[in-house]
C-alpha cells in the first residue's frame, strides 16, 4: 500500500468517525433533552427515532439503508424497552445486584449499564439485519452493541455523577448527559462500521 493509499484511508477512517461521532451527539442531546421535557414519553418512545434519524445522515450514500435505519431504530427501541421492562426486569436486577456486590462503583452506574447493553443490543439486531446487504458480517453488530449500551450507560452515569448536582438547568443538563452518553456509543461503534465497508456522506464511497 503506497503512502498515499494509506494517507486516503486515514482521511477516511476520520471522516466517517468525525460524522458518526456528532451524529450520535446531536441526536442524544436532542433525544435527552425532550427526554428531560417529556419524561417517560420521552425516554421510550421518542430517543429512539430521533437518534436514529440523525445516525441515518451518515448513510446518506445508501440511500436505502439510510431510509430503513431511521424507521428500525424507531419502532425497535420502543420495542427493546418494553420488552426489557416487561420480561428482562427480573435479569437485570439479578446481574446489577451481582455487579454492585463486588464493591466496584455504585448501584445506578451498573444498573445503567446493564439496563442500556441489553436495549442496544436488541435494537441492533434490525439494523444489523439491514447492514447485512452491503456486508455479510453484519452480525458483529449485536456483541459491538453489548459494548456499546454498557459504554452509553457507563458514560452516562459517569456524567451525572459530576453534573447532576452541579448543573440547575434541566434542560442543559439533559443535553450534556445525551452528548457524553451518545459520544461513548459512537466511539465503540464507529469503528466497525468503517471495518464493515459503511462511509459517510463526506468520505468517498
Known sequence: MTFFQISLARSVLLSTLGAWLLANIIGGSVANFFEMRLQFVGALVLTGGIVGIAQAFVFRPYRWLAFGWGIATAIAWVLANALEIAMLN????????????????????????????VVLTLVAIPQALLLWRYNSLSWVWVPTNIVAGAALGAAGAAACFWWCAAVNNGLLLGILLGSVSWGGYALVTGPVLFVLGLRSHSASR
Open 90 to 117: 427480573d435479569m437485570r436486577e439479578s446481574l446489577t445486584t451481582a455487579l454492585v456486590s463486588t464493591g466496584w462503583l455504585w448501584e445506578v452506574f451498573w444498573l445503567n449499564v446493564v439496563r442500556m447493553a
